[in-house]
């Protein structure tokens, strides 16, 4: 393999912005021209500095290792989004200066006003509280 290093991808198994981080994540290593053709996405990557010591193979590697990487975390981020707004909510100015310990306090209050608000109790709770 020899340098520019090509990946075709397919679309529907690696989204445009997964591609485009990958990209941005590897720029200090590799500069990648991302082309869309249909339902692919062309990869072209060249040494992003003259003295690179990567060879076209391990930078072929390490593209599809952060791409796989992305395309992973992408539902995790999705299916998170509610809480990291509702954690980042709590975090305004006042929450400014929070501690480890203050911080369990607000994710445990924040767990408590979820659960009342929607019925949910655990059994641990209603046996505590004497339900």
Same mark, same amino acid.
């Given at each position: 393999m020899?340098?520019?290093v090509t990946l075709k991808?397919?679309?529907?198994?690696?989204?445009l912005n997964v591609v485009q981080r990958?990209?941005?994540?590897?720029?200090?290593t590799v500069a990648i021209q991302?082309?869309?053709?249909?339902?692919?996405?062309?990869?072209?990557?060249?040494?992003?500095?003259?003295? &690179?010591?990567?060879?076209p193979e391990q930078a072929?590697? &390490?593209?599809?290792?952060? &791409?796989?990487?992305f395309v992973l975390r992408d539902p995790i981020n999705r299916e998170t989004a509610g809480w990291n707004a509702?954690?980042?909510?709590?975090?305004?100015?006042?929450?400014?200066?929070?501690?480890?310990?203050?911080?369990l306090i607000s994710a445990f209050e924040m767990r408590n006003t979820v659960e009342s608000n929607s019925g949910l109790r655990h059994s641990s709770q209603r046996n505590f509280q004497g339900r």
């Open positions: 020899t340098w520019p991808l397919d679309s529907a198994a690696y989204p990958t990209a941005y994540s590897l720029a200090d991302v082309a869309l053709e249909a339902s692919q996405i062309s990869l072209t990557a060249h040494p992003a500095e003259v003295t &690179l010591t990567l060879s072929h590697s &390490l593209i599809l290792q952060h &791409l796989n990487d509702i954690i980042l909510g709590r975090l305004s100015p006042q929450y400014a200066r929070v501690t480890p310990f203050s911080f």
